[in-house]
């Protein structure tokens, strides 16, 4: 992306090419003038970031611009200048350890890297040159080299396709890894090239490469001896792209267009932006905290080391005198060196370990949710994925959930209901009871028992049949049971048919429905061959239909047609699309008996289509014909030209009639969202659909309930006043405000105003149109205005429904909430390409591995199955992550806030002198060894709350909401615990000390013996603390906590029993032992680490006394709503719909 | 057959772990164990407290301060003078101080753990490595050579500031002054004595030309190996008070065992009646407002008289048995459903 703009600017004045011009086979072409073989950059795919060489400056570089890594790396050189109290190696260690394992890892991920780039630039592939086939190696392929690719190889580099080895000039190719969708493309040869490769003499004029998978634009030249160049358009449909494979074709030639990192897969290679959690923000303002600590401690050591030094004697009694250097040194450089001293004894409390804890803890804990088989769909065989680990804890902080409704809500397996032909209603039945398939129901407007003309059912039939672009999925030999059909096979669970088990292949799920809903009705679509399109009608006889154009869909459009010529010769154009766009090109008498049928099936929830057709006259036909060929053609605004050809074929049309198709409700998607609103997240639906069909789907999942008042704010409310639409908003805004806001109880804020106040509940709905309005109205003031009255209003909703959203929308009202006030964490969730922009922009992307491809789920952070797994997925696992993450941080905090504390204490009775309290050994493996597995494991595995109980009870995510765990108030009492603690160690300690005679031979202890007894004090009281805080205790938590107690004795018996020879000085030996060989030094320990609790056990005694109520509450409680809610949901949607619908209020 | 086995691929492991279904213990502080638990934690408390309490206050401690700052003191005149200056301390027991005694001076104010000063040594040449003999440790400077560049063994600050006085205790039996036997052995740890510190090995069989081409250190009136006159094998880096020294305090205030009272007549104690205690005065401290002290104290199982821990565990023990009457008057008034279950 930013390479092709730098082009654009750089590469503007002076080689102004927004195409590039290929040679087929490097043949210098007649027409053209010199042949210049243009350079291209070869076909290397080079993903790797390192080489040998660069590697260690490289990786170092890189991994000393986190800050982190750059604050040790600092301390450390301060160590190995300046004359500090602990060697270099106490924090050159850890941090070393830290480097190494980044480095190893991301050294192999780099390795991996260069095998897979290897194995894709050595692979050997058959090019033809001079006629002769090559054998050469991928890398050496340049563009204009004509490849050969045979069935099921990836294509080695983006190809335009010249020959097939298929009749019908095309191949199948599947893109799953590229985009995920492992249907099969068809893809075609350019037409009129010749079958002798050897022959063709040809240049290809297209775009600069450009990421976008699906948009290619060229043209090619043919040039033959002694005619003019022929010039045919190339589009998307004629680009082979790297990675792609060949399917069901035995051979293909192409000729390369882009190569290596110009292909499009390259262009799309590119990391995410990287997402940030709150915790993270949490840590760093806690992490300022501290060093505020740090800075602080040091400056007031300093201080008072110099104050003290004033008094007489005290600065360099005789037993202990400087040396010269010393005392020569300038007095203020002295100073600054102290205060380094001095930071450097402390800088233990700022741990370098908990990064890596953090990371591992989110990188392991990550896996819970791979594993979790809950997450396991067995029709897709797939489990949930983790996009990235790092937003674990955030799923247990969402408040507002954005969700699509198409695939989300509804699970986009369409099934064809009823359709309306010529104002008629014919509902299906079951085709095997009722012969001829069709019957006519209540329909409060048709007339009992009365049918449209048989023609006009046969048109309407036929439109269904020819008006897609549904492909027939040939079961042929060559591809088994291995290959994967997007399952739309008609047989639902019937006897198998041949007719019915027929695959239809479509991108769109409605298209697929359309025409198996035709099928029943005894039209069968029996496939697309050289243009002619196949139809078995209801008396069984194949009618031929030449395929003429393909008018595509587009989402502005909203519709599609195909032009078609029978076998008569008529020339037809059927068209198909949603209401609001066919209703304006047909004739008008005809609108108003459809559009009753339309409007009910669409308050009933189905996605309705309407159909019309016209007869194209020859010479209309031929100039839509000329126009559409130009266009084809154009390089330059090709969609637009496109568009508007389109725009001028379809109007003048008749409609026929409207289609029914419903999408049903994801499974237990109105129990998800009754889970997620019990919860306290607030719902909010964007959708494309219509808006009746999307309130009906809000109310069957229970996100408008019947009490819920419905404020609704679109293009049909605003145009009711009859008044300027602006003025109508401004106005409706305002009643609106002042009815949700104003009128509402005082709100105490936050998440707990809706559940205080069960007076009245409001739901919002807004359309695509008038957001647009609100937020771009025309003065910037009004504007904002608008905007924050906008904001306002959803705030106090239970739900927001936005319809008529494109995409861009969706992402812009994520945006917007994302940056209200106070900085809700929002959670987006959705299936298809459309959804991308909205799941990128919110802090949680979540995608569902539904029909509409891959693209949602690539983008996404987490990507689910189903809708129903994101109530376990928030509710579960977003809790447990976040109350561990939180637990994980303040801990840490804490216990290295007790591990330093001492020792600053201790500078008031070592003359200030940066004398370390512990010995070095104990300064670096505090946080590796001696107290880091426990928190490890208790930051995976706990769960302080059962998971049936977290899923049973919705409730309980709002305790942890808005950041509870992580806010200043749990920060003040874990910082206070530790102020507390250490300094009961340190004085603890000291009156022991008054005498140090503390052995039975009457012998004393000295410093280090000091030092350790608050040492092992410490570790206790910090793994007992996190035991004592430990709800759940698996084995490993027990394994882990006793064992790193017993590897703390262990290690210090090891330590001191020995004299180390690579040591300068033997501080602890035998200090340990010593300590343990007095009573009153067992005593000391024992009555420290009993004081330092009790305040906690107390604390936890306390707490228990709501707990219970609570925990034994809430099942009960549950158990009523699931009473509740099954009757709820058993009421016929329709009569919900129609009873609710009064309470709207307009 | 294939499709089954992508199933069972694609499947997660439905085993205990991952599904975060591991058997646990879920150990819930309610009041059914937290109240009897206080009440257990408290009696034993206060059962060591009372033990320690009455241990700690069996313990006889004399301790007399002869810095002689103070004009009236007796070794007043010893500040100002020249060394080797003596002077007496008298003193008299009511009552039996039962044994084995043990005799600690004490120094105040008095940074042995300051940092420069606590590296000031070399465990090297103080393990009887010859060769840092000839090279001590810079961390020893500046006390690693002399002014003629000769190294100092054992070098360091450490070292060079050890402790000089001596003292000889007398009992006066009707007028008499009979000394009462110090015993110099086993007053340092046993690992310093036997491991970590060694002599240099003998030359010639001396430990005197062990130490040739070295110094003593600058403070020091006699050099290493003939710190004890009485005592040969109390020589070199095995002097007993030599070890007690280098082994730095915790503390500006500390004591270090000097002598034990184990022999004779008095290893069951000083019995009541005068003493009188005969101080050779070396040591300079009133430069740096520092205070010297003797202490004769006996010891018990729990070490050296120590009010604190007895008392603390008398608080502690008492408060859990309040806080659990609390707690319970609370729970009775309250009545929590489930507790106990």
Not at chain 1, 63 to 87: E, G
Not at chain 1, 488 to 514: K, M, N, T, W, Y
Not at chain 2, 67 to 81: I, L, V, Y
Request: proline fraction near 4%; glycine fraction near 6%.
């Amino acid at each position: 992306m930013l390479r092709r703009r730098l082009n654009r600017l750089f590469g503007g004045d002076e080689r102004r090419v927004d195409s590039r011009t290929i040679y087929v086979g490097h043949r210098p072409c007649p027409g053209s003038e010199a042949f210049i073989p243009p350079k291209f950059c070869d076909n290397r795919i080079v993903s790797s970031k390192y080489t040998v060489w660069n590697f260690l400056p490289k990786n170092l570089f890189e991994q000393f611009r986190r800050i982190a890594n750059f604050y040790f790396l600092i301390i450390f050189l301060v160590q190995v200048i300046v004359d500090t109290p602990t060697s270099p190696v106490t924090s050159g260690l850890p941090l070393f350890f830290v480097i190494t394992v980044t480095a190893i890892k991301q050294g192999y991920e780099d390795w991996l890297r260069h095998k897979a780039d290897n194995e894709v630039n050595k692979y050997l592939v058959t090019l033809l040159e001079n006629g002769q086939r090559t054998r050469k190696e991928s890398e050496k392929i340049k563009v204009g080299d004509v490849v050969e690719v045979v069935e099921d190889e990836t294509f080695p580099c983006d190809l335009i396709l010249l020959r097939s080895s298929r009749d019908d000039d095309t191949c199948f190719v599947t893109t799953a890894s590229l985009d995920g969708e492992s249907n099969h493309k068809t893809h075609y040869t350019v037409p009129d090239t010749e079958r002798d490769l050897e022959l063709l003499n040809a240049t290809i004029e297209c775009e600069q490469p450009q990421p976008d998978l699906y948009k290619f634009v060229g043209r090619m030249h043919i040039y033959r001896d002694d005619q003019e160049p022929v010039v045919r358009s190339l589009g998307p449909e004629n680009l082979l792209l790297k990675g792609a494979t060949l399917k069901n074709t035995k051979k293909i030639y192409g000729v390369a267009v882009y190569t290596g990192m110009e292909t499009k897969m390259a262009l799309n290679y590119q990391g995410k932006s990287q997402k940030r959690s709150v915790v993270e923000k949490s840590i760093n303002a806690f992490l300022l905290v501290y060093l505020c600590i740090l800075v602080s401690k040091a400056l007031v050591c300093t201080t008072l080391k110099y104050v003290w030094q004033s008094k007489p004697g005290q600065d360099e009694p005789w037993y202990n005198h400087k040396t010269q250097k010393e005392k020569d040194t300038y007095l203020y450089l002295k100073m600054f060196t102290d205060f380094l001293s001095f930071m450097v004894l402390f800088n233990f409390i700022i741990p370098v370990s908990m990064y890596v804890t953090v990371e591992m803890q989110k990188f392991l804990g990550s896996f819970f949710i791979t594993w979790d088989k809950d997450f396991f769909d067995p029709e897709i065989q797939e489990g949930a994925l983790v996009n990235t680990s790092d937003l674990n804890e955030e799923l247990g902080q969402v408040e507002y959930v954005f969700t699509d409704k198409t695939g989300t809500l509804t699970q986009n397996n369409m099934e064809f209901i009823e359709c309306c032909i010529d104002g008629f209603q014919y509902k299906y039945r079951d085709s095997r009871t009722e012969l001829d398939g069709f019957c006519v129901t209540d329909g409060p407007v048709s007339k009992l028992q009365q049918k449209a003309g048989r023609e006009k059912e046969e048109l309407f039939l036929r439109a269904l049949c020819l008006c897609h672009t549904v492909q027939v999925k040939e079961a042929g030999p060559g591809d088994g049971g291995a290959d994967l059909v997007d399952g739309v096979d008609g047989g639902d669970g019937g006897v198998p048919h041949e007719a019915e088990q027929r695959g239809f292949i479509a991108s769109s799920p409605d298209e697929v429905a359309l025409v198996k809903g035709a099928m029943k009705y005894g039209f069968t679509f029996l496939g697309l061959e050289c243009k002619q399109m196949k139809i078995q009608n209801r008396n069984n006889d194949i009618e031929v239909y030449e395929l003429l154009h393909v008018l595509n869909f587009d989402p502005v459009r909203r519709r599609m047609s195909v032009i078609v010529r029978t076998n008569t010769g008529e020339t037809l154009l059927f068209c198909k699309g949603a209401d609001s766009s066919i209703f304006p090109r047909v004739k008008q008498d005809e609108v108003d008996r459809i559009r009753m049928h339309v409007e009910r099936n669409a308050t009933e929830g189905y996605r309705t289509l309407c159909v019309a057709y016209k007869q194209l006259s020859a010479e209309e036909y031929a100039r839509v014909d000329a126009e559409l060929q130009e266009a084809r053609l154009a390089l330059q605004d090709r969609e637009e030209r496109l568009m508007d050809v389109y725009n001028r074929v379809e109007t003048g049309m008749s409609l026929i009639g409207a289609t029914a198709v419903e999408d049903r409700l994801q499974e237990e998607a109105a129990e998800t969202m009754e889970a997620l609103q019990g919860a306290g997240m607030k719902v909010w639906v964007l959708t494309g659909d219509k808006m009746e069909t999307a309130k009906s789907t809000c109310y069957a999942c229970r996100l408008f309930q019947r009490g819920t008042e419905l404020l609704e704010l679109t293009v049909r409310t605003l145009e009711e006043g009859g008044r300027k639409r602006e003025e109508r908003m401004h106005e409706l805004l305002l009643d609106y405000h002042k009815r949700a806001v104003q009128d509402a109880p005082p709100a105490k804020g936050g998440v707990t105003r809706r559940w205080s106040s069960p007076a009245q509940e409001y739901g919002f709905i807004i359309d695509g149109a008038t957001l647009s309005l609100v937020l771009n109205a025309t003065p910037e003031a009004s504007a904002s205005r608008y905007k924050s009255l906008f904001l306002q209003i959803c705030q106090n909703c239970t739900a927001v429904l936005c319809c008529r959203m494109a995409p861009l929308q969706k992402a812009q009202i994520v945006k917007m909430v994302k940056n209200s006030k106070g900085n809700p964490i929002t959670l987006s969730i959705g299936d298809g390409a459309n959804d991308v922009s909205m799941i990128l922009e919110a802090h949680v992307g979540i995608g569902i591995k539904g029909k509409e491809g891959r693209q949602a789920v690539r983008n996404s952070d987490y990507a689910i199955p189903k809708l129903k797994h994101l109530k376990k997925l928030l509710l579960a696992h977003g809790h447990l992550y976040y109350v561990r993450i939180a637990h994980l941080v303040q801990y840490f905090f804490y216990k290295n806030l007790c591990f330093i504390l001492p020792q600053f204490l201790y500078q008031f009775f070592c003359g200030y002198s940066q004398q370390p309290l512990y010995d070095a050994a104990y300064l670096t493996m505090y946080n590796i060894c001696f107290t880091s597995m426990p928190i490890l494991a208790y930051s995976l595995l706990e769960q302080h709350i059962s998971i049936e109980i977290l899923l049973d009870d919705a409730k309980l995510y709002r305790e942890i909401a808005k950041n509870a765990m992580l806010r200043w108030g749990p920060f003040l009492y874990w910082t206070l615990l530790g102020l507390f603690q250490g300094l009961l160690f340190f004085f603890g300690v000291h009156c022991l000390f008054r005498n140090p005679a503390l052995q039975d031979n009457g012998q004393v202890f000295g410093n280090w013996s000091y030092g350790t007894i608050v040492f092992t004090v410490l570790v206790f009281t910090v793994t007992l603390k996190l035991a004592l805080d430990t709800r759940h205790w698996t084995w490993i938590n027990h394994f882990v906590i006793w064992g790193s107690l017993a590897f703390y004795v262990f290690f210090s018996f090891f330590w001191g029993g020995i004299i180390w020879p690579f040591l300068k000085h033997q501080r602890l030996y035998f200090v340990f032992a010593n300590m343990l060989s007095s009573v009153s030094a067992w005593l000391v320990i024992i009555l420290l680490i009993m004081l330092s609790l009790l305040p906690d056990i107390l604390l936890a005694v306390l707490r228990r006394r709501n707990s219970p109520h609570a925990r034994q509450k809430k099942p009960s409680q549950s158990n009523m709503g699931g009473i509740q809610s099954p009757r709820s949901s058993a009421r016929p949607l329709l009569m919900r719909t129609f009873s609710d619908e009064s309470n709207t209020v307009i | 057959m294939m499709k089954k086995k992508e199933e069972t691929a694609n499947r997660p492991d439905n085993t205990a772990f991952t599904q975060q279904r591991l058997p646990a213990w879920q150990p819930m502080l309610s009041a059914g164990i937290v109240i009897p638990g206080f009440v257990l934690i408290g009696m034993a408390f206060i059962g060591i407290g009372v033990a320690l309490f009455i241990t700690s206050r069996n313990i006889q401690v004399l301790e007399r301060d002869y810095t002689g700052d103070e004009s009236n003191s007796p070794c007043n005149t010893c500040t100002h003078s020249s060394p080797d200056c003596n002077c007496v301390l008298n003193f008299t027991l009511s009552k039996l101080f039962e044994g084995p005694v043990f005799f600690y001076y004490g120094l105040s104010n008095y940074y042995q753990n300051y940092r420069r000063y606590g590296v000031s040594r070399d465990d090297s040449q103080l393990s009887g490595d010859v060769a840092y003999f000839k090279n001590p440790d810079s961390n020893c400077a500046p006390y690693r050579v002399d002014s003629k560049s000769v190294p100092i063994v054992p070098c360091g600050s450490i070292a060079n500031s050890m402790f000089n006085d001596t003292f000889r205790l007398y009992h006066i039996v009707n007028g008499k002054e009979m000394e009462v036997p110090f015993d110099g052995k086993g007053i340092a740890w046993w690992t310093d004595y036997n491991v970590k510190f060694r002599n240099p090995s003998l030359v010639n069989g001396t430990l005197k030309a062990a130490f040739d081409g070295t110094v003593k250190p600058i403070n020091w009136p006699k050099p290493a190996y003939e710190l004890d006159p009485t005592d040969s094998s109390n020589n070199g880096f095995l002097n007993q008070d030599f070890l007690v020294w280098m082994r730095a305090a915790a503390l500006p205030d500390f004591r270090k065992l000097y002598r034990r009272i184990t022999q004779g007549d008095y290893a069951a104690g000083l019995p009541a009646g005068n003493y009188s205690l005969k101080i050779t005065y070396n040591y300079p401290v009133l430069s740096f407002g520092g205070r010297k002290k003797i202490v004769l104290s006996n010891v018990s199982w729990m070490g050296g008289k120590n009010q604190f821990l007895g008392i603390a565990y008398l608080v502690i023990g008492s408060l859990c048995i309040v806080m659990s009457m609390v707690m319970l008057i609370v729970y009775a008034k309250f009545k929590f459903p489930d507790d106990g279950s």
